[in-house]
């Protein structure tokens, strides 16, 4: 796996079950992911040096984020390495202009959206479907960063290379997942919903509560239908907005994603197995939710967050808490680990789960 954050260490931990053992190309030694395997190649992951001593020895080669430039995971498929996903497909998940495109072409609805290269194109696109408008970064974005709202014209651009779309009303965000086999089989865990925070997923429940079956259907057509237009191999998350005209996709990662992490405990087969299943082209594990509500807290670092202090007082307030922790160092809104709780009751499991995660941050100090 290129790459070595949570991700990567909680892929780890389901290969270890299934007897097998990840190798990573990590940026530093302290990678959280680095910090339990012993397979690790130090390098960056733009180096196609790095990479290619990296692949040697692979069967094959998965990504924990989407930072490998395409023209690289083209030089390692032209040397026969087992690039999952493949290079054409990870470029819709790497490069936002060309998925909004993409997606428009197979008829799937998103944002009004377009290209821009300067004020006065954001200024238009505001008068012409009116503001606040949302600027993205075109590639390279997460957690909110790379993502600008604006009721009018800025003075500049916030960055180099950034589109422009409309700002959506949302009623909820959802998320769809779903595994994809080279030779074709699929499997999909059931819509679940996010909760964003300044750009930053805090909480998933799933299955989605407050949405009808017909529209989790839907999702879930659209979310299947990517992968196989696509071409996507691997674990395909599909963020998506519910607007009053509908559902709209707003983002696709063809990893693992903080929207599946409920699977670890909430479903029979987690993300993190499926997706080494699904890139070995390995028989695809049931997807079944296992109880009628799990809520997955994530815990963002607070001001003096000191887990190694708070978490047997954690563990203690909330004994059925499902915790874990990233091995990161601590900083205030870092994704630092996260809290799973399953259950009969929306409310009561997601209290629950925020209390486990407000005495890990320290909050009640
Ligand atoms: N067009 C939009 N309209 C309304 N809200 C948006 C829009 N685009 C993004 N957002 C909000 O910002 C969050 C982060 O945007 P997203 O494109 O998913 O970037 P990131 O890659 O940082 O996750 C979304 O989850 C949503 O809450
Ligand atoms: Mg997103």
């Known amino acids: 796996m290129v790459g070595a954050g949570q991700l990567a260490r909680m892929t780890h931990q389901a290969a270890v079950d299934l007897g097998m053992s990840l190798r990573l190309l990590a940026e530093s030694p302290t990678d959280g992911a680095a910090l339990v395997t012993p397979d690790v190649e130090l390098g960056a992951p733009d180096d196609l040096a790095a990479l290619t001593r990296f692949a040697k020895g692979c069967d094959v080669v998965t990504f924990d984020h989407e ?31 060309a998925q909004r495109r993409r997606l428009q072409e197979l008829g799937i609805p998103v944002p009004v959206f377009a290209p821009v290269t300067s004020v006065a194109d954001v200024a ?9 408008v949302v600027v993205k970064a075109v590639r390279g974005g997460y957690d909110g960063r790379g993502v600008w709202f604006y009721d009018e014209p800025p003075d500049s651009l916030p960055g180099p290379n950034v589109y422009v779309e409309a700002k959506v ?13 080279p030779s074709g089989g699929t499997r999909a865990w059931p819509a679940v919903e996010t909760v964003q925070q300044d750009g930053i997923c805090v909480e998933v429940v799933a299955p ?18 990517v992968a196989s237009e696509l071409d996507v191999v691997g674990v395909l998350a599909v963020e998506l907005f519910e607007a009053p005209g509908g ?5 696709l990662a063809m990893r693992p994603h903080n929207s599946g992490h409920w699977s670890i405990e909430g479903s029979v087969t987690s993300q993190f197995e499926q997706h080494l299943r699904a890139v070995l082209d390995w028989p695809l594990g049931d997807t079944s939710p296992l109880a009628p509500v799990t809520v997955m807290v994530n815990l963002l670092g607070g001001r003096d967050t000191d887990l190694t ?15 874990h922790l990233y091995g ?20 009561e499991a997601r209290e629950r789960a925020r209390t486990a995660v407000r005495v890990l941050r320290g909050d009640d100090e």
């Open 67 to 97: 930072h490998v430039p395409t023209e690289h995971l083209r030089a390692l498929e032209d040397s026969d390495v087992a690039v999952r996903p493949g290079a054409d497909a990870l470029l819709f998940a790497q490069d936002k202009l």
């Open 124 to 132: 238009r696109f505001g008068e012409e479907h009116g503001w606040p």
């Open 169 to 181: 009303p949302l009623l909820h965000e959802l998320a769809v997942q779903v595994a994809r086999r």
């Open 208 to 225: 989605a509560p407050r949405i009808s079956p017909a529209l989790s259907t839907d999702a879930e057509r659209i979310a299947l239908r």
């Open 247 to 251: 559902l709209l996709v707003n983002e």
């Open 309 to 323: 202090r708070t978490l047997p007082p954690a563990l203690e307030a909330v004994p059925e808490a499902h915790v």
């Open 328 to 347: 990161k160092e601590p900083r205030p809104a870092r994704k630092l680990g996260h809290v799973t709780v399953l259950g009969d009751d929306v409310v």
